[in-house]
Nanobody, 114 residues
Framework: QVQLVESGGGLVQAGGSLRLSCTASRRIVGNVDMAWYRQAPGKQRELVVIISGGSTNYADSVKGRFTISRDYAKNTMYLQMNSLKAEDTAVYYC?????????WGQGTQVTVSS
């Protein structure tokens, strides 16, 4: 079992930046896919970025603005979000897939005011 705890959400003006964090309850060894998703009100949850098999893939809507990174020593994954837009407003979730097991964080609200 792995617990994921997110932090870093908040209210920011358009054009601003936020950094989200996702800390795992234990060190993950082996193959793991790591991702950030988001869900806006009235919309389906969508993939923002995923690291899988050594490759990183971003949704077109965030390319060039968002960056995923990891600190293995802290068991933490980050999402740096720059040049935020009103349409980035959503609850952001981190996600780990380890084999057939999928783990989600509790979600953190990001609100971008225009």
């Amino acid at each position: 079992q792995v617990q994921l705890v997110e932090s870093g959400g908040g209210l920011v003006q358009a054009g601003g930046s936020l950094r989200l964090s996702c800390t795992a309850s234990r060190r993950i060894v082996g193959n793991v896919d790591m991702a950030w998703y988001r869900q806006a009100p009235g919309k389906q949850r969508e993939l923002v970025v995923i690291i899988s098999g050594g490759s990183t893939n971003y949704a077109d809507s965030v390319k060039g603005r968002f960056t995923i990174s990891r600190d293995y020593a802290k068991n933490t994954m980050y999402l740096q979000m720059n040049s935020l837009k009103a349409e980035d407003t959503a609850v952001y979730y981190c996600n780990y897939q380890i084999g057939s097991s999928v783990y989600w964080g509790q979600g953190t609200q990001v609100t971008v005011s225009s």
